[in-house]
């Protein structure tokens, strides 16, 4: 009942949890040495959830696509890398993780409608 509920809205929660987790991971580390910055392809990690795309995985210890790890995280190609080996743009970074704080609310407050509608439903109102 929960999938018919909240449909592909929970997945998508979820991972766009995970992608202000990576990209704060970024943030926390943008004066260590030789970090490389990480985001998550979000488009391409839904499509996995929804079994879309042109790439199938037959094995799990098959890639997911170029450059993605099992987990749909890739490295961030940098404008400006700094000389000892770090990736993280702090500017970027911050914009990135604004945006991705947006989409994380609008979503939490389309499910929240959801599930006030529901409720009301069930109370008869």
């Known amino acids: 009942m929960l999938d018919s509920l909240f449909g592909i809205h929970a997945d998508a929660l979820q991972l766009k949890s995970r992608r202000m987790e990576v990209l704060s ?12 910055a990480k985001d998550v ?5 839904l499509g996995w959830k929804l079994g ?3 790439l199938q995985s037959t094995h799990v210890n098959h890639w997911r696509g170029p450059g993605h790890s099992d987990n749909g995280e890739v490295f961030s190609i940098p404008y400006n890398p700094a000389v000892d080996g770090n990736t993280v743009e702090i500017g970027l970074e911050q914009a ?3 945006k991705a ?13 959801r599930v006030s509608a529901y409720k009301r ?3 008869g109102e």
């Open 41 to 45: 392809d979000f488009r391409t990690v």
């Open 101 to 113: 704080a947006v989409d994380y609310q609008a979503t939490l407050d389309f499910l929240q409608g």
């Open 96 to 98: 990135k993780y604004g």
């Open 121 to 123: 439903a069930l109370k």
């Open 25 to 36: 991971t970024n943030i926390a580390n943008a004066d260590t040495p030789g970090f490389k």
């Open 52 to 54: 879309v795309g042109n």
